[in-house]
């Protein structure tokens, strides 16, 4: 399966704090899936981890852990990010009330044409007036340790 992942959905993978079963779903889903992501992702989920770790929110061991998970995901950065984030992207952001970095992965899910996966409901909502798709998986199958 190929789909947008989200910012929000990684972080619920690196802090504990965060937890989340759509999350975990999707994390048990990446050996077999292909995720993509825009250009700035690696800096969003960079930012959140320093701020992170100053708050004591993650450990210099669980850093270097949650590092190394994802570096060990197939997830795809975009490169087309830059050129549409003064066109289409702020577009997007402009006509429905998103942030430039959210409106990032709505356009990138309407380019590419794959279903996103999220945890911030604003950018579902917008996602799905869209017409974009939201990844969906089974929570409570998930618990028993498998994803429909």
Same mark, same amino acid.
Request: aromatic residues 6%.
């Given at each position: 399966?190929?789909?947008?992942?989200d910012?929000?959905?990684?972080?619920?993978?690196?802090?504990?704090?965060?937890?989340?079963?759509?999350?975990?779903?999707?994390?048990?889903?990446?050996?077999?899936a292909?995720a993509?992501?825009?250009?700035?992702w690696?800096?969003e989920?960079?930012?959140?981890?320093?701020?992170?770790?100053?708050?004591?929110?993650?450990t210099?061991?669980?850093?270097?852990e949650?590092i190394?998970?994802?570096?060990?995901?197939?997830?795809?950065?975009?490169? &087309?990010? +830059? !050129?549409?984030? $003064?066109?289409?992207t @702020?577009?997007l =952001?402009?006509? #429905?009330?998103?942030? &430039?970095? +959210? !409106?990032?992965? $709505?356009?990138?899910? @309407?380019?590419l =044409?794959?279903p #996103?996966?999220?945890?911030?409901?604003?950018?579902?909502?917008?996602a799905?007036?869209c017409?974009?798709?939201?990844v969906?998986?089974?929570e409570?199958?998930h618990?028993?340790?498998?994803?429909?």
């Amino acid at each position: 399966m190929q789909f947008i992942l989200d910012c929000s959905v990684a972080i619920s993978w690196c802090l504990v704090d965060e937890n989340n079963d759509y999350a975990n779903a999707i994390l048990v889903m990446m050996p077999d899936a292909e995720a993509f992501v825009p250009g700035i992702w690696s800096l969003e989920i960079a930012n959140v981890l320093l701020v992170a770790e100053r708050r004591n929110r993650i450990t210099q061991e669980q850093f270097k852990e949650v590092i190394a998970l994802l570096q060990s995901l197939l997830i795809q950065v975009d490169t &087309a990010t +830059d !050129a549409n984030a $003064l066109g289409v992207t @702020l577009e997007l =952001g402009r006509t #429905l009330g998103l942030a &430039a970095y +959210d !409106a990032a992965y $709505l356009e990138l899910a @309407l380019r590419l =044409g794959l279903p #996103l996966a999220t945890l911030d409901t604003r950018l579902a909502n917008a996602a799905t007036s869209c017409g974009v798709k939201l990844v969906v998986v089974d929570e409570e199958r998930h618990r028993g340790g498998q994803v429909s």
